[in-house]
């Protein structure tokens, strides 16, 4: 089993639609999560941090279930420039520092 | 402030030949990474270093890659000899010391492709 997985997509939806993207680990040492974009050709980019309350960046909002090892990313109101992957990132305290395991991403593309 | 460098951008080279993929971190990072990243298998954590002292190399695939770090400044990945399967984009990304936010600032990769 992979340590974490996504749904690959994509996910093609209208500008101005609400999407949601879940990430699954199997870690339960887990510390803590976030989310990265990636555009095409380029590299990741920290989107946002995931905390267990919850969380919210303008259209973003982030949730972590810790009992069901789950994460999600919700956005609302797309815009074609959300059109991108997405990444879902585990961080597993180890002894030599921080370790960041990657999802292989969600696809979504955003349409007129 | 210039972020993560690294060289060469692109890549073609045959079967057999030696890579070598160059990296320079952000000043005042103490960690660094190397990640590959293909199409099917996502981004792969190949080796990470420490205030330039490899942490965990157990991502690299097999004898044939090999990753230093000299001075706080600089890090190479080597692949000798290079095989057609390691055909993909190599990240190289930093943190600094104090992070937990989970923020690596990476590199814009270099593309391998080999032939």
Known sequence: RKEVEQDPGPFNVPEGATVAFNCTYSNSASQSFFWYRQDCRKEPKLLMSVYSSGNEDGRFTAQLNRASQYISLLIRDSKLSDSATYLCVVNILTGGGNKLTFGTGTQLKVEL | ?115
């Open chain 2, 1 to 115: 402030d210039a972020g993560v460098i690294q060289s060469p951008r692109h890549e073609v080279t045959e079967m057999g030949q030696e890579v070598t993929l160059r990296c320079k971190p952000i000043s005042g990072h103490d960690y660094l990474f190397w990640y590959r990243q293909t199409m099917m298998r996502g981004l792969e954590l190949l080796i990470y270093f420490n205030n330039n002292v490899p942490i965990d190399d157990s991502g690299m695939p097999e004898d044939r890659f090999s990753a230093k770090m000299p001075n706080a400044s600089f890090s190479t990945l080597k692949i000798q000899p290079s095989e057609p399967r390691d055909s993909a984009v190599y990240f190289c990304a930093s943190s600094p010391r104090t992070s937990d936010t989970g923020e690596l600032f990476f590199g814009e990769g270099s593309r391998l492709t080999v032939l």
